[in-house]
């Protein structure tokens, strides 16, 4: 093993391939690099004393491009000073004229990273402030233009090896960010307000001996606290009674704001009117609890939501800001670096490999191969010739091209897509929770008992019946009822994230159990979307297996093809020494490489058939001028735990669909292979949604799993969606939850724990109802010891929050 | 007893300023990030004196 380590670079840890190796003295220490870049930037790193980054990192990071060797700004950095994306993405700040952005990082793994680049940022000259939110991965910076730039920013981040885009804060994120401060003030209020009213009822709980006015005095204290607790904390409580009530023609639903509403209403009323008249219970302690406990329960529900991401957000995501544009094409070739934003119809922008592309367009020069997998989810690059369509959002893997805009922004298939997502987000079956169902049932229950009893009051002994109406109001205790489901759902919450899966909307952990129907994704769902060697064929004699692979890997070395590396990595893992080839590597475009007499490309190229398998990612083939030496097969990995969650998932009769936009062969294949028996190849997005569409006019509900843009409008549609974490950031937005983990396994115990989840809600809530059902007799009879009342409630709300906290240990 | 008559003012004063200061903690973003300033904590005091500057980060 010591021979892996020495072969490591010093910065990224990744394998340095022989005769790559750069070594740099730092701190008189020989360390070695796999490029320039990244020996620029542990000199970067060691020059500001910075060193201890290495050892606090529990990750590396990816390899650097190059040009981060140079101080010079790179051109397609250039762009952000101009003062159109300036204006978009700085605001001033303060007197002195100085300007605040919003980046959002990428690559951030663990808190020496934020540390890192806090530090760096830090150390710019003109820099004022810094502050990096650990949790949502921005920071933001305080910064003189005079002496520096927001283009330096972005540089300065991309050298230590992160990357930052701009941030345009839209006004649903400031939105989401008043939502949570305007409630947590609530719940703050109403803990305070419940604090302070208990102590004041204190002499009440103990029974002490205390003079008619001191009580008068502490009961009306209790109320002025418990005004504003009515009246700030539980207002949004009221509203959404009013509205519920306002829809109910519609949704012959009434939802659980009601009867608390209801509850705290009459309970604040009649314990005004008990303060009035000076006789019996205030209720002021239980009103003001009540409302804190709510509230905290709603903080927590709506933390959890606002974590999901944004469509619009998403999409400026996959694209590029800046591109280049060639403005005198064809007369020169002269290439300015502009804002995608200022570009228009007609435009020729030039793309080089490894490259997004920024717009929609027609290819106008340089046939090359594209990575469409991000739209149409067909792993394999896609070759384009002149005259061809490129989409904004995909890879260009091969050569430089050029192409003529048709569609930019709005207009491009991306953004159709992402437009799709949103019409799906809005048709989504709303999933009737357990809890509201039960608790519409409760509602209709309670308030016809409540009334009936009130009513033969009124007849016998019309002096109770107003008692009799509230304390059955009140000792029903919508508490027990309102805690049994969220925190059954923030516990397993909790679990499944720790096992991996974050949960985005709250219903994932209910629809789970009611899946009839399983959607899956083919590439980078079911597969890893990243070839491997499978075998080597057709071998020739006289040539061993190693040779081979060894001389192909040679050749291959240093190129970014998704094959080449495949092919690095077979050579890496053997432990091969690369033979020296004698010519040099010479890349025929769109073909393959050759060097001496040696050629490694397509059978098409190298003029013989090679014989189709389907499943295959595709072949590679080895030759000299005495023919073929060996041909490599290569096969897309399936993702891990994946034989062990379908075997889970037909466990639970659960239908398997493979949706795939990838060709029916291969499509075929793969089900095949993996046990899937309905499948369908070739789908576009809008095949896909109406594919979900269909299963559920037909009564299914249904489950999906995506991870490419192409997946975004399914995920959005489907009953319950989970998106793969190292998917596209606008599938994740349709999502209503990320899977964190490479492994498919966390989802078959999210299964399981969803069973228990449910389980564990309909305990709570028959553990409510038998309260009740032994509560309200005795408050119907007018019997209602407050003392009891007061036991039965707290030790309700307890029984219920700690059968919930069972599932944490799952 | 009477000295109810001033506990419960001071008790409410006490009420009054502990909203003023949550409003103002809520407000100036103190529970925005819960977990980065903890990190942050462990992390800045035993970084070495900057030395040799690389000649990448004079500008």
């Not at chain 1, 606090?56 to 994306?85: C, F, G, M, V, W």
């Not at chain 1, 890997?553 to 690369?578: T, Y």
Request: aromatic fraction near 8%; charge should be negative; proline fraction near 5%.
């Amino acid at each position: 093993m010591t021979k892996g380590i020495a072969l490591r670079c010093y910065h990224c840890s990744s394998e340095i391939f022989p005769g790559d190796a750069v070594e740099a003295d730092l701190g008189g220490i020989t360390r070695t690099f796999c490029c320039p870049g990244c020996m620029a930037i542990a000199q970067t790193i060691h020059g500001e004393g910075l060193e201890v980054f290495y050892s606090r990192r529990s990750q590396s990071s990816d390899k650097p491009a190059a040009y981060l060797t140079l101080n010079e700004i790179p051109e397609k950095l250039k762009p952000y000073d101009d003062p159109s994306l300036l204006g978009r993405f700085t605001r001033s700040y303060g007197d002195a004229g100085d300007l605040e952005t919003t980046l959002r990082l990428e690559k951030i793994r663990c808190a020496a990273c934020v540390w890192l680049c806090e530090q760096h940022l830090r150390r710019i000259a003109g820099v004022k402030d810094v502050q990096i939110h650990y949790v949502t991965q921005k920071v933001i910076v305080r910064f003189a233009p005079g002496k520096t730039s927001l283009a330096r920013l972005l540089f300065e981040i991309e050298r230590i090896g992160y990357e930052a885009w701009p941030f345009e804060p839209s006004i649903s994120l400031d939105r989401a960010k008043k939502e949570r401060k305007q409630l947590l003030m609530r719940l703050g209020v109403a803990m305070l307000g419940m604090m302070q009213v208990m102590m004041y009822a204190w002499p009440t709980y103990v029974g002490a001996d205390i003079t008619p006015e001191f009580k008068l005095l502490l009961g009306w204290t209790s109320w002025g606290l418990t005004v504003p607790v009515m009246v700030y904390s539980a207002g949004p409580i009221f509203q959404g009674a009013w509205r519920s009530l306002q829809s109910f023609r519609q949704s012959h639903m009434l939802g659980m704001d009601v009867p608390i509403a209801l509850a705290l209403a009459l309970a604040f009323i009649a314990g005004t009117i008990n303060l009035i008249t000076g006789a019996g219970q205030s209720y002021f302690d239980s009103i003001t609890m009540f409302v804190a406990f709510i509230l905290a329960a709603r903080y927590v529900e709506l933390l959890a939501r606002q974590d999901a991401q944004g469509g619009a957000e998403a999409l400026v995501k996959q694209l590029p800001a800046t591109c280049e544009r060639l403005r005198d094409y064809p007369a020169s070739q002269v290439i300015e670096v502009v804002a995608v934003v200022n570009c228009n119809l007609g435009d020729v922008l030039r793309v080089s490999p490894g490259e997004v592309v920024p717009a929609d367009g027609i290819l106008i020069e340089n046939a090359s191969a594209l990575d469409e997998s991000l739209l149409t989810g067909e792993a394999r690059p896609v070759e384009k010739n002149i005259g061809d369509r490129v989409y904004a959002g995909t890879h260009n893997i091969l050569n430089p091209l050029l192409m003529r805009i048709e569609a930019v922004g709005q207009s491009t298939r991306i953004a159709g897509i992402a437009s799709l997502l949103d019409q799906a987000l809005l048709a989504k079956p709303v999933m009737v929770s357990l809890a509201e169902k039960w608790a519409a049932y409760f509602v209709a229950f309670l308030l016809l008992i409540a009334f009936i009893s009130s009513a033969i009051w009124l007849y016998f002994d019309p002096s109770q019946a107003w008692t009799v109406l509230v304390s059955v109001l009140v000792a029903s205790c919508p508490c027990a009822l309102s805690l049994a489901v969220p925190t059954a759902m923030a516990a397993a919450q909790g679990a499944v994230t720790k096992l991996g899966l974050l949960i985005v909307r709250g219903h994932v952990m209910e629809g789970l159990v009611k899946a009839t129907d399983l959607v899956l994704d083919k590439t980078g769902t079911l597969t890893m979307g990243q070839p491997e060697l499978q075998e080597i064929i057709n071998l020739r004699t006289g040539y061993r297996r190693e040779d081979a692979l060894g001389l192909a890997a040679a050749l291959e070395s240093g190129q970014r093809h998704p094959l080449a590396l495949s092919l690095l990595r077979a050579a890496q893992a053997e432990n091969l020494v690369l033979p020296t080839l004698a010519g040099p590597v010479i890349n025929q475009l769109g073909k393959g490489l050759s060097s001496g007499p040696y050629r490694l490309g397509s059978a098409l190229w190298q003029g013989f058939s090679q014989d189709a398998q389907v499943g295959q990612y595709g072949q590679v083939h080895l030759a000299d001028d005495l023919g073929l030496i060996a041909s490599f097969v290569f096969l897309d990995t399936p993702r891990l735990g994946l034989a062990l969650f379908l075997k889970t998932v037909k466990a639970r009769n659960i239908a398997v669909h493979l949706v795939s936009g990838d060709d029916p062969a291969t499509v075929a294949w793969w089900a095949n292979h993996v046990g899937i028996t309905s499948y369908q190849g070739a789908c576009t997005p809008e095949d896909k949604y109406d594919y979900i569409e269909r299963l559920q006019k037909a009564g299914r509900f249904v489950w999906a799993i995506g991870d490419g843009v192409n997946d975004a409008p399914l995920l959005a549609r489907a009953d319950i969606s989970i998106a793969v974490g190292t998917g596209a950031p606008l599938a994740a937005a349709g999502a209503d939850a990320i899977l964190t983990a490479v492994s498919l396994e966390p989802l078959g115990k999210a299964l399981s724990l969803a069973d228990k989840t449910q389980a564990i809600i309909k305990e709570n809530l028959l553990w409510a109802l038998i309260y009740n059902l032994l509560a309200i007799p005795i408050a119907m009879l007018g019997l209602v010891n407050p003392w009891l009342a007061g036991i039965g409630m707290s030790l309700s709300s307890l029984a219920v929050t700690l059968n919930a906290w069972r599932l944490r240990k799952a | 007893m009477e000295s109810l008559y001033l506990l419960i003012p001071i008790s409410l004063a006490l009420l009054v300023l502990l909203v003023w200061f949550l409003n103002w903690s809520i407000k100036s973003g103190q529970f925005d990030d819960l977990d980065g300033p903890g990190e942050a904590i462990l992390m800045d005091d035993d970084t070495p004196a900057p030395h040799q500057l690389s000649k990448h980060i004079e500008k």
